[in-house]
């Protein structure tokens, strides 16, 4: 079974406009870790956002929040007032342990 | 501080060539780790270390071998490549006590394997 799974390929999102992208996982830990990067076509991995699994709170750095509903085991990556420079690639990702493992991505255009 | 290197930026293998992907961090990581990245399937952990002397085995591990003689190197061996493991690599690094929160990546190698 796949432990990250992000179901979007491809998304599309006016400027300005908030968009959620989805990513669901699949342990059985009681202790793990959520993730978001962003991937542009530089190629580069960018820290967005971080979500431990005792957290109350869902996480939020500046127009990134991650919407964390640990019941439904989804950990999805909200993004406010979208601008050009959002399009890249998005990669959720699960720390189990000292592992890693990685979504296989949501390619997201922003549109002007 | 340079943060995570990488060296080679791109290399091209023969069948059954060995060679060493260099990794580096500055700032006195414990977790060290290597990643593949093929189009379509995301990140795959392939090795990881949390100290010096000490490593294990990510989700792809066969055909690589690692060692971690000092907490800033953590180098990547590929014995015998196969064109399968044409490829982009990336090492990443993070405090072992922040589980991981921030992984900072290094830049990549693009390796083709022919």
């Known amino acids: ?112 | 501080n340079a943060g995570v290197t990488q060296t080679p930026k791109f290399q091209v293998l023969k069948t059954g060539q060995s060679m060493t992907l260099q990794c580096a961090q500055d700032m006195n990581h414990e977790y060290m780790s290597w990643y593949r990245q093929d189009p379509g399937m995301g990140l795959r952990l392939i090795h990881y270390s949390v100290g010096a002397g000490i490593t294990d085995q990510g989700e792809v591990p066969n055909g690589y071998n690692v060692s971690r003689s000092t907490t800033e190197d953590f180098p990547l061996r590929l014995l015998s490549a196969a064109p399968s493991q044409t490829s982009v690599y990336f090492c990443a690094s993070s405090y072992l006590t922040s589980g991981g929160k921030t992984q900072y990546f290094g830049p990549g190698t693009r390796l083709l394997v022919l």
Do not use: H
Not at chain 1, 11 to 19: H, L
Not at chain 1, 64 to 92: E, H, P, T, W
């Open chain 1, 1 to 112: 079974a796949q432990k990250i799974t992000q179901t979007q390929p491809g998304m599309f999102v006016q400027e300005k406009e908030a968009v959620t992208l989805d990513c669901t996982y699949d342990t059985s830990d009681q202790s793990y870790g959520l993730f978001w990067y962003k991937q542009p076509s530089s190629g580069e991995m960018i820290f967005l956002i971080y979500q431990g699994s005792y957290d109350e709170q869902n996480a939020t750095e500046g127009r990134y929040s991650l919407n964390f509903q640990k019941a439904r085991k989804s950990a999805n990556l909200v993004i406010s007032a979208s601008q050009l420079g959002d399009s890249a690639m998005y990669f959720c990702a699960m720390r189990e342990g000292n592992q890693f493992y990685f979504g296989t991505g949501t390619s997201l255009t922003v549109i002007p």
